[in-house]
């Protein structure tokens, strides 16, 4: 079992940054392909970015490609993304999730385990 903990959401106006962290339990974080998504009302659930185990393989959605940088931490089990440049439609609920399988997917469905997310608001 792994549980996911996302943590530094909150309200920003647009061109502003955060960064977002995930922080996972369980021995084998440094196995997993590590995902961000997120999910607007009314919307589905979307891929973000995505990193490989070793960080040395990242892929990003074309909507927030050169604005956001996934990155990891295996020694503190955490995985992170920041965002920069914000746009109101980057407004939504963000959640972390591994995917033992290893490779750079983009499917919610291929994903194992998931947080509960973090709530990013973009005002205009």
């Known amino acids: 079992q792994v549980q996911l903990v996302e943590s530094g959401g909150g309200l920003v106006q647009a061109g502003g940054s955060l960064k977002l962290s995930c922080a996972a339990s369980?021995?084998?974080?440094?196995?997993?392909?590590m995902g961000w998504f997120r999910q607007a009302p009314g919307k589905e659930r979307e891929f973000v970015a995505a990193?490989?185990?070793?960080?040395?393989?990242?892929y990003y959605a074309d909507s927030v490609k050169g604005r956001f940088t996934i990155s990891r931490d295996n020694a503190k089990n955490t995985v992170y993304v920041q965002l920069n440049r914000l746009k109101p439609e980057d407004t939504a609920l963000y959640y972390c999730?591994?995917?033992?399988?290893?490779?750079?997917?983009?499917?919610?469905?291929?994903?194992?385990?998931w947080g509960q997310g973090t709530q990013v608001t973009v005002s205009s």
């Open positions: 990193i490989t185990w070793s960080g040395d393989g990242t």
């Open positions: 999730a591994a995917d033992l399988a290893g490779a750079l997917h983009t499917i919610v469905d291929d994903y194992d385990y």
């Open positions: 369980g021995r084998t974080f440094s196995r997993y392909t």
